[in-house]
């Protein structure tokens, strides 16, 4: 064909396809006459990567392509069984057929362990379990290729906070063969951390699992089944533990000898300014009194049974169940409600810990963060 030979041009052709062990023969022996595949990618005029591709079997190779390397191989075996086992594709099945190589190289590539695989498997089931928790609780999934579908994971924390940092990028290593990477900044100046799960296969794996896109305070988010069904308390440590690092601070000041623990959750609510008076807010963080949802009604009943109603943190509800199986006793309730940007509250829900469970949740290595560690021992030594 006029094409052979001009870089692009061939791309449009149709393509043959060949076994792959087949189609590596052609490829070795072809670039057998001119030392290595590059040597032989020079000679087409092609690039030498569209060579390797055909040599591994990720690319079909065009008609004129295929009749080019026949030619340069010369051997009356390979042409004969070439053109007895080829069979022309047209481009479209070409293009679906190579992402489907690619997809394929992509995952063999990854672990993404199936249910039955985290049944089975204690120590991946654990580790999976604190990936979960990380995501949710410090983590987004969002879409990063709109036209493909594609989404991708990010994981926030403070700049303090690299030990948590380091643990997470481990924990995906190994239940996912993934590695995120040295932290990165992120580019508005503040004082964080940010690791990123640019593979959409890791980023589905987790969305089947339970994960929720976009902004998670909006959405109803709860621990997967395989979580809270099971009975390895191990396994609810490490699910615990990213909540209690990630979402939990340590309450007293430095150096006081009483010291609690809380964790936070927010929980979007549907109530609005002309629900609630703003003019009640008369600080800058935008709080609403608690004291006063008892005695403004919405709907009929108070805004505080109303928000307890329809506006829970479930996910808090399921870390609450995990602890109280542990044996912990924390205190779940609405700590805030906060004035939102979009004109509506925010609930702020908040488990708390008296000083000799805070104790406990460090001793059962459900806090591991080194600067909550070192303040909460710190002040149980005084």
Not at 27 to 47: D, F, M, S, T, W
Request: hydrophobic fraction near 35%; aromatic fraction near 8%; proline fraction near 3%.
């Amino acid at each position: 064909m006029s094409d052979r030979g001009t870089r692009g041009a061939y791309r449009k052709e149709d393509r043959v396809q060949l076994h792959p062990q087949l189609q590596r023969e052609l490829v070795e022996k072809a670039a057998a006459r001119y030392g290595n595949c590059q040597g032989l990618a020079k000679h087409l005029n092609i690039p030498k990567s569209s060579v390797h591709y055909y040599l591994v079997g990720r690319l079909t190779i065009p008609v004129s392509i295929t009749q080019a390397m026949l030619e340069i191989a010369n051997d009356a075996d390979l042409t004969e069984r070439v053109r007895e086992k080829g069979i022309e594709k047209n481009r479209t099945w070409a293009n679906q057929f190579a992402q489907s190589v690619y997809r394929d190289t992509l995952i063999s590539r990854l672990r993404l362990p199936t249910r039955q695989d985290l049944e089975n498997d204690d120590q991946l089931r654990r580790k999976a379990a604190a990936v979960v928790s990380y995501v949710m609780a410090e983590g987004s999934i969002w879409m990063q290729k709109g036209e493909w579908g594609e989404h991708a994971v990010n994981i926030t924390l403070s700049d303090r906070e690299d030990d948590l940092y380091e643990h997470f990028r481990l924990l995906c290593n190994d239940a996912f063969n993934y590695d995120i990477g040295t932290p990165q900044r992120p580019g508005n100046g503040a004082r964080a951390i940010r690791g990123f799960i640019n593979s959409r296969f890791v980023a589905e794996w987790l969305i089947e699992n339970e994960v929720p896109t976009g902004y998670k305070s909006a959405v109803r988010m709860r621990l997967p089944k395989w979580v809270v069904e099971s009975d390895d308390p191990k396994t609810w440590i490490s699910a615990l533990q990213p909540w209690c690092d990630g979402e939990g601070g340590v309450i007293g000041r430095r150096g006081s000898k009483v010291v609690n623990f809380s964790l936070c959750q927010s929980r979007h609510s549907d109530l609005d300014v002309a629900t609630l008076p703003i003019q009640l807010v008369k600080n800058r963080s935008r709080s609403f009194p608690i004291g006063s949802l008892g005695s403004i009604d919405v709907f009929g009943v108070s805004a505080l049974t109303y928000l307890r109603a329809l506006s829970r943190s479930e996910v808090l509800e399921d870390v609450q169940l995990l602890l109280r199986r542990l044996g912990f006793r924390p205190r779940l309730g609405i700590s805030q409600l906060r004035y939102k940007d979009d004109g509506f509250w925010s609930c702020i829900w908040a488990l708390r810990f008296g000083k000799e469970e805070t104790l406990k949740l460090v001793r059962m290595g459900i806090i591991i963060q080194r600067d909550k560690v070192s303040r909460i021992n710190k002040a149980s030594r005084q």
